[in-house]
C-alpha cells in the first residue's frame, strides 16, 4: 500500500482545517472591532 | 490570573500576543512541517506514516488542553467571577473542537495503513471521539446560555462535569490495551529515536501558539461584541 496518500490527506486536512479556524476567528474578530470601532467614533 | 480581570488590561495584553503568537506559531509549525515530511527518515515499523505523528499529536494535545483550558475558566467563573471567564470559555470551545477533530481524522488516516481499520471502538480513539461531542455540546448549551441572557453557569458546571474524560483518555491506552499504542513521550524522556522526533517539538509549539492565537482573537471578537452590546443598551436607556 503506498502511504504517501494518507500522509498528503492527513496533512491537508491539518493544514486546512486550522487556516479555517484562524481565517474565521480573525473574520469575528475583525467585524466585531470594526463595529465597536464605528459605534464609538459615531458618539 | 486576577491581574487580567479587567478587560481593558487585558486587551492591552492580547492584542500585541495575537500577532507575536500568530506569527511564530506559523513559522514554528511550518518549520517543523517541512522537517517532518522532507528531513526525518521512515520508521522502520510504520513506514512514511509516522509522518503523521507530527500533527496528529499536537491536535491530540490541544483536544484535551483545550478542555483543560475550559475547566479552569469554568473554575474561575464559579469560585472567583473571573469576568473574562465566560469569554475565555467560548472562545477555547470551537478552537479545541477543530484541533479534537483534526486528531480524529489524522488518526483515522494513520489507522488505515497501520493498523488496517478507518475506526475501532478502542479506549483512546473512543474517549476522543466523546470529548469531541462534549465540545460539540458546550458550544451549543453556552449558544443557547448567551441567547437568554444567561451567565454561563450551566455552561461552566458542564466544563468541569466533562473534564472527567481528560484523565480517562490519558489512562486509556493502559486501562484498555487494545489497539491504540501506548505512551511514546513522557516526562521521563521518549521512546521514538532522537532522528524522527526532533520535528514534533516544533509543530507541538507551533501549533499551541496558532491555537493560542485563535483563542484570543475569538476572546477579543467577544469582548468587542460585549462591548457593542452596551453601548447600544446605553442608547436605547437614555
Redo the contacts between chains.
Keep these: 500500500m503506498n502511504p504517501w496518500p494518507f500522509v498528503i490527506a492527513a496533512y491537508a486536512v491539518a493544514l486546512l482545517a486550522t487556516a479555517a479556524l484562524l481565517l474565521a476567528s480573525f473574520e469575528s474578530m475583525r467585524r466585531a472591532e470594526a463595529d465597536a470601532e464605528s459605534l464609538r467614533e459615531r458618539k | 490570573m486576577h491581574a487580567l480581570a479587567n478587560p481593558a488590561r487585558f486587551l492591552r495584553i492580547a492584542k500585541p500576543a495575537t500577532g507575536w503568537s500568530?506569527a511564530i506559531g506559523l513559522v514554528l509549525?511550518l518549520a517543523g512541517?517541512v522537517g517532518g515530511?522532507t528531513l526525518t527518515p521512515p520508521d522502520y515499523l510504520q513506514?512514511?506514516?509516522v509522518?503523521?505523528l507530527y500533527?496528529?499529536v499536537p491536535?491530540a494535545w490541544l483536544g484535551m488542553a483545550g478542555w483543560a483550558g475550559i475547566a479552569a475558566a469554568a473554575v474561575s467563573q464559579i469560585v472567583w467571577r473571573h469576568p473574562l471567564a465566560v469569554v475565555a470559555g467560548r472562545a477555547i470551545a470551537?478552537?479545541g473542537a477543530?484541533f479534537t477533530?483534526?486528531c480524529l481524522?489524522?488518526g483515522s488516516?494513520?489507522g488505515?495503513?497501520t493498523w488496517g481499520t478507518w475506526w475501532e471502538w478502542d479506549g483512546r480513539l473512543t474517549s476522543m471521539l466523546i470529548l469531541f461531542f462534549l465540545y460539540l455540546g458546550y458550544i451549543a448549551l453556552a449558544a443557547a446560555e448567551k441567547e437568554r441572557g444567561g451567565e454561563g453557569r450551566i455552561a461552566a458546571i458542564f466544563g468541569l462535569v466533562g473534564a472527567i474524560n481528560l484523565p480517562i483518555i490519558h489512562y486509556s491506552v493502559l486501562w484498555w490495551r487494545t489497539l491504540h499504542q501506548g505512551q511514546s513521550i513522557s516526562l521521563s524522556g521518549s521512546t521514538i529515536a532522537p532522528s524522527i522526533l526532533w520535528p514534533l517539538p516544533l509543530t507541538f509549539f507551533g501549533?499551541t501558539l496558532?491555537f493560542a492565537?485563535?483563542v484570543l482573537?475569538?476572546m477579543?471578537?467577544?469582548l468587542?461584541?460585549a462591548?457593542?452590546e452596551a453601548?447600544?443598551r446605553r442608547s436605547a436607556a437614555e
Excluded: D, K, N, Q
Design positions: 500568530l509549525a512541517i515530511l513506514g512514511e506514516t509522518r503523521i500533527v496528529h491536535a470551537p478552537c477543530t477533530g483534526i481524522v489524522t488516516i494513520w488505515r495503513p501549533f496558532l492565537a485563535a482573537m475569538r477579543r471578537g467577544e468587542a461584541r462591548r457593542v453601548r447600544l
